[in-house]
């Protein structure tokens, strides 16, 4: 009795780590999809960024939390990188123009 | 359906002067669509161009030929107004033929 | 003028234009015009206005061979037939494009893309046709490919050889427009940070691997294009998209506003470049 | 003009593959043969090497001559459309063929001359990469050919 007692425990810890990666992933994803959003309302997507959501989406879907958080992560940073492209190009794209 | 076949023949006097575009595919058989498979290879072997009845030029193609394929060559005679027939048959024994007039 | 009162001078102008002088760029399309134009001419000296419709081909005599011998019979040939025959070919309602456009639609490329004031937005070539389809009862057509190529091809040939006439009208929205576009032109993105400046100014003659960057100047005269790369015809939006995303940036619908805006930049800088289109590119 | 980039081993593997595939010579697939055009050297098409497709499609040596004029473009501008130009002085000249060694097929198109038509033939082909073009011209019975260089790469900055 003893033996099925500590499989059951060990069972229910594995589980609660299982649904706190999930949360981690599912997290990590929102922030990726914010930092995306914000690169859309610059006009100014990345298509690695995009991919990196996609496969991010992907791995969530086969819950592979690990992946899904990397590729969010990764996802987000190039969407950072996009918005502040974008501001700086915003303040000094005239600088370029051919006068 | 219009021919896939375009000529422009000039008669000189000496010689008639033969450009030839056809639409064609040419595929190779390597190449993938867009969803990953593989398109099957089609691409004309022969194309030939006959005037009096006799072959002035017979094509031999392989898959490295260029999609919608051009020909350029002269022969010596043919006049204005004479016919000159271009037919050409690929790999799937697809076929097109034309009579064009010698300008 | 004491150097006390030339410093008052500057301070005024620089209160007033609330920029420095140097950045004068009180939307003046003319004047941008006239530097866009004088840039290029200082850096190809040698090439006629014409040329410029030419592209990679006015400043490569290699790639200038190539072109030639594959224009002695060009691979569009066949879009241009289905062009006239469409292009004549009567809509069920009996009428047919040459109804929609001036002049019945010949020869008049070159005015395209146009700033239409009744509805406050640049018009092109191929969303006049799909205006003109949709006035008589037809479905638009798809924009990249297909036969919205092969019917702009038509009318490009009938305008060979018309340098480009485009208009800014005086209207704040059509000022709007043009500076869109030149905002579009001269901002860097994607995650290449490239503008399209980057490549069709700054670095325009010179080779990106087996390419050669075109001027910016009449880059859009030979529209549409048979271009090898693709091995078929594609239309200025089915160019924009694919550059768009070269540059690993998410390419924009076709004929979307900010396209259509840089069109309208890029055409009217091009003013007096005559048109070469149908063409063929790499 | 020598392309700007510096060439990197791998990335020069990986862009020739990337143009392989784009150009559609990525391996050799097994091509089904249908029932081919009559008098198509079905055989020399599908030879890989320069001996073997002379040999299937003639079966006797070549040998270099000036007197074969070949144009093909120093740097393609694109690998899909090469215009290639072949020419010659030499007398009776029955056929004029045209090899690519680097593409996976080494011969790409031959022609052949009924008496009287002149020895000149133009068109275009696809090279999957940077390789010789060689044009073999047959002339009373014996093979004379013409060597070109043409450096192909992919156009653009990469997708």
């Not at chain 1, 990196?52 to 969407?79: E, F, G, H, S």
């Not at chain 2, 375009?6 to 040419?26: E, F, K, N, Y």
């Not at chain 3, 003319?30 to 419709?53: C, H, T």
């Not at chain 3, 979307?256 to 055409?267: A, I, M, V």
Request: charged share 20%.
């Amino acid at each position: 009795m003893r033996a099925l007692g500590i499989a059951v425990a060990l069972a229910s810890l594995a589980a609660t780590a299982h649904a706190a990666k999930q949360e981690d992933a599912q997290a990590a994803l929102a922030d990726a999809r914010q930092a995306e959003a914000q690169a859309a309302s610059y006009g100014n997507r990345w298509l690695p960024a995009e991919a990196a959501l996609k496969a991010a989406q992907d791995a969530l879907a086969k819950q592979a939390w690990d992946d899904a958080i990397a590729q969010a992560n990764r996802a987000k940073a190039l969407a950072q990188r996009a918005v502040e492209q974008s501001r700086d190009q915003e303040a000094r794209w005239r600088d370029a123009v051919i006068r | 359906m219009p021919s896939t076949i375009r000529v422009r023949a000039m008669a000189s006097g000496t010689q008639t002067d033969v450009q030839a575009l056809i639409q064609h595919p040419m595929d190779s058989g390597f190449v993938k669509d867009s969803n990953g498979v593989l398109i099957p290879p089609r691409h004309i072997e022969t194309v030939t161009f006959e005037h009096d009845g006799k072959p002035v030029l017979i094509a031999d193609w392989g898959p490295a030929v260029s999609k919608d394929p051009y020909i350029k060559f002269a022969f010596k005679g043919g006049a204005k107004g004479d016919t000159l027939t271009v037919t050409w048959i690929d790999n799937q024994g697809k076929t097109d033929s034309l009579e064009a007039k010698i300008a | 003028m004491s150097l006390r009162r030339a410093i008052a001078v500057v301070l005024t102008g620089l209160l007033l234009g609330g920029a420095a002088p140097g950045a004068l760029d009180t939307d003046n399309p003319q004047a941008e015009q006239a530097a866009f134009q004088a840039y290029f001419k200082n850096r190809f000296p040698s090439l006629p206005i014409a040329e410029f419709g030419n592209g990679p081909y006015a400043v490569n005599a290699d790639m200038r061979k190539q072109w030639e011998e594959i224009m002695q019979f060009p691979p569009y040939d066949f879009a241009l037939d289905e062009g006239k025959t469409a292009f004549e070919t009567k809509f069920a309602d009996g009428k047919s494009y040459a109804d929609c456009f001036e002049n019945g639609g010949i020869g008049v490329r070159q005015n395209f893309p146009y700033f239409d004031t009744k509805a406050g937005e640049v018009v092109t070539l191929d969303l006049a046709i799909n205006r003109c389809r949709q006035a008589n009862g037809e479905k638009p057509l798809p924009y990249q490919t297909g036969l919205m190529v092969s019917l702009t091809a038509y009318m490009a040939e009938t305008s060979r050889g018309r340098p480009f006439d485009i208009k800014i009208p005086d209207d704040p929205r059509a000022l709007a427009a043009y500076e869109d576009g030149k905002r579009y032109f001269y901002t860097r993105r994607g995650q290449l940070n490239f503008s399209c400046a980057s490549c069709h100014v700054t670095a325009a003659g010179q080779r990106m691997r087996a390419d050669i960057l075109a001027p910016a100047l009449g880059i859009l005269a030979a529209f549409p294009i048979y271009r090898s790369e693709w091995g078929s015809m594609g239309t200025i939006d089915r160019r924009f998209t694919t550059c768009s995303s070269q540059m690993r940036s998410e390419p924009l619908d076709p004929q979307d506003k900010s396209y259509r805006n840089l069109e309208y930049f890029l055409s009217y800088m091009s003013n007096g470049v005559p048109i070469s289109g149908p063409g063929t590119r790499p | 003009m020598h392309p700007t980039s510096a060439p990197m081993s791998n990335a020069t593997r990986r862009e020739t593959l990337r143009i392989l595939a784009l150009l559609g010579m990525a391996g050799i697939a097994g091509t089904a043969r249908a029932a081919s055009a009559p008098g198509w050297p079905d055989d020399a098409f599908h030879q890989k090497t320069m001996p073997d497709a002379v040999n299937a499609l003639y079966g006797k040596p070549f040998e270099a001559s000036d007197k074969v004029t070949l144009d093909v473009p120093e740097i393609a501008e694109n690998g899909a459309v090469v215009p290639v130009n072949v020419g010659t002085t030499l007398p009776n000249v029955t056929t004029i063929s045209i090899l690519v060694p680097e593409n996976p097929f080494t011969l790409a198109a031959s022609y052949k001359l009924p008496d009287g038509t002149l020895p000149a033939i133009g068109c275009r082909l696809k090279m999957a990469k940077t390789s010789d073009v060689v044009a073999i011209v047959e002339s009373d019975g014996k093979l004379f050919a013409a060597t070109k260089n043409v450096k192909v790469t992919l156009g653009g900055c990469g997708g």
